[in-house]
Every structure is written in structure tokens, then in C-alpha cells.
């Protein structure tokens, strides 16, 4: 079993930038995914961003050019994959959920608020 803990929501206004966190309660190796989502009030869950354990990464088109998925390698007893967020939208206000997927399995957290004011 892992948590994932996101942490890194807030206010901005328009234009402004955020960056999220995700934190793995324990160290993950070999073959895996990890990824956030977003939802916002009344639409579904939609991806945002993917890195695969090994370094590729993919990127929903709306947020392309602005959100950078990258993961940071400082304790080895734990996994951190981060979305740094630039220029934000209005259309950016969601939910964000992070996922891992590791053996055919899917690990969520809890989410975090995104609110980004005109």
C-alpha cells in the first residue's frame, strides 16, 4: 500500500504561478508512473501531466508550454513528483490530484485546491 499527500494548492491571480507536491509514503522503484489530474466543480477528473519512471513525460494540451512535471530524487525513502504551474488561468481553477500507477495498480491522494482569480 502507498498515500500520496499533495500539498501546494492556493490562491493566485491570473498570470501567476503555483507549484504543487506530491509526496509517496514510501520509496517506489522499478517500472511506474506517477501524474496529476484535475477536476473542477461539475466536470470530470482529466489528466494534466505524466512522468514515467523513466523520464518521459506527457502533457495535456491545454496546459502545454506552461506546466512542468518533474520528480526530485532528496530522500531515498520516499518519491516527490512536483507540477510547477506558470501563467495561470481562470480555466486553471480544479482540483488537483496526484496518481501513481505501479503494478497495474492506481494510488490516489487526497487532492488539492487550485484557485486562480481573473
Known amino acids: 500500500q502507498v498515500q500520496l499527500v499533495e500539498s501546494g494548492g492556493g490562491l493566485v491571480q491570473s498570470g501567476g504561478s503555483l507549484r504543487l507536491s506530491c509526496v509517496t509514503s514510501?520509496?517506489?522503484?522499478?517500472?511506474?508512473?506517477m501524474a496529476w489530474y484535475r477536476q473542477a466543480p461539475g466536470k470530470q477528473r482529466d489528466l494534466v501531466a505524466i512522468?514515467?519512471?523513466?523520464?518521459?513525460?506527457?502533457?495535456?494540451d491545454s496546459v502545454k508550454g506552461r506546466f512542468t512535471i518533474s520528480t526530485i530524487s532528496t530522500d531515498s525513502a520516499k518519491n516527490t513528483v512536483d507540477l510547477q504551474m506558470n501563467s495561470l488561468k481562470p480555466e486553471d481553477t480544479a482540483v488537483y490530484y496526484c496518481?501513481?500507477?505501479?503494478?497495474?495498480?492506481?494510488?490516489w491522494g487526497q487532492g488539492t485546491q487550485v484557485t486562480v482569480s481573473s
Open positions: 496518481k501513481l500507477g505501479l503494478f497495474s495498480r492506481e494510488y
Open positions: 514510501r520509496s517506489i522503484g522499478g517500472l511506474y508512473i
Open positions: 512522468r514515467t519512471s523513466g523520464g518521459s513525460t506527457t502533457y495535456a
